[in-house]
């Protein structure tokens, strides 16, 4: 049974820094994706940023590039979201997510199987 716990949420001010952990559980991540996804009150989900656990392929939002960062741990089965220089409108709940197997990044919600039940991000 796949699960995906997230941790590190909180509230800071504009500008500070936070970084976001998931931790998997029940499989190796050998050959799939890792996302991470935000949504906003009234708003869809979107995609932040993800990881192709096969290689070491990025993908980022554009309202994230620069200041956010992918990263994952392929022993502790874990992938991390640095997130720096932070903006109200990064507030959200964040949700890590596993996609199956894979032989490319994936980007879109529908392809990720596995999600976790999300950690509150706050920034004013």
């Known amino acids: 049974h796949v699960q995906l716990v997230e941790s590190g949420g909180g509230s800071v001010q504009a500008g500070e820094s936070l970084r976001l952990s998931c931790a998997a559980s029940?499989?190796?991540?050998?050959?799939?994706?890792m996302g991470w996804f935000r949504q906003a009150p009234g708003k869809e989900r979107e995609g932040v940023a993800f990881?192709?656990?096969?290689?070491?392929?990025?993908y980022y939002a554009d309202s994230v590039k620069g200041r956010f960062t992918i990263s994952q741990d392929k022993g502790k089965n874990m992938v991390y979201l640095q997130m720096n220089d932070l903006k109200p409108e990064d507030t959200g709940m964040y949700y890590c997510?596993?996609?199956?197997?894979?032989?490319?990044?994936?980007?879109?919600?529908?392809?990720?199987?596995?999600w976790g039940r999300g950690t509150q991000v706050t920034v004013s």
């Open positions: 029940g499989y190796n991540l050998r050959n799939y994706c």
């Open positions: 997510a596993a996609s199956g197997p894979s032989w490319t990044l994936l980007r879109g919600a529908d392809e990720y199987s596995y």
């Open positions: 990881v192709y656990f096969g290689g070491s392929r990025t």
